[in-house]
């Protein structure tokens, strides 16, 4: 379980369990094509191999050859980042994106995304 708290007191991580402090991840693929929250460790963090959890910032490059994403659940990520040339890249799965985030497709490198985008609640 990895650690985002600026703690003052050594109890607040046990207090409250989840994310204090988003991360900005990378996606490697290296345990398969799953993007799920909070279970499997497919992300890098400067180094440190991590899971997804609400509101991280993902990255998408060509640091990996996996591109197959498939998305699990609903994902709430604070961003959405693919800036490749050579990994094509293809969101797919039976999962979806919740809530509100962005995302920017820079790089020469192909996006393709065949899932269930979004999810929203009507007003």
Do not use: H
Not at 20 to 37: P, Q
Not at 92 to 120: M, P
């Amino acid at each position: 379980m990895r650690c985002r708290f600026l703690c003052v007191l050594p109890l607040f991580p046990l207090l409250f369990p989840g994310s204090l402090f988003a991360l900005s991840i990378t996606w490697t693929g290296t345990n398969g094509s799953t993007w799920d929250n909070n279970t499997t460790i497919n992300w890098n963090n400067a180094g440190t191999p991590e899971k997804f959890v609400t509101l991280d910032d993902v990255i998408f490059d060509d640091t990996s050859a996996n591109g197959t994403v498939n998305l699990s659940g609903s994902l709430q990520p604070g961003s959405v980042t693919v800036n490749n040339g050579s990994t094509a890249y293809t969101f797919g799965g039976s999962g979806q994106f919740g809530g509100s985030t962005s995302l920017l497709k820079s790089g020469t490198g192909t996006l393709t995304i065949s899932t269930r985008t979004a999810s929203r609640a009507a007003p």
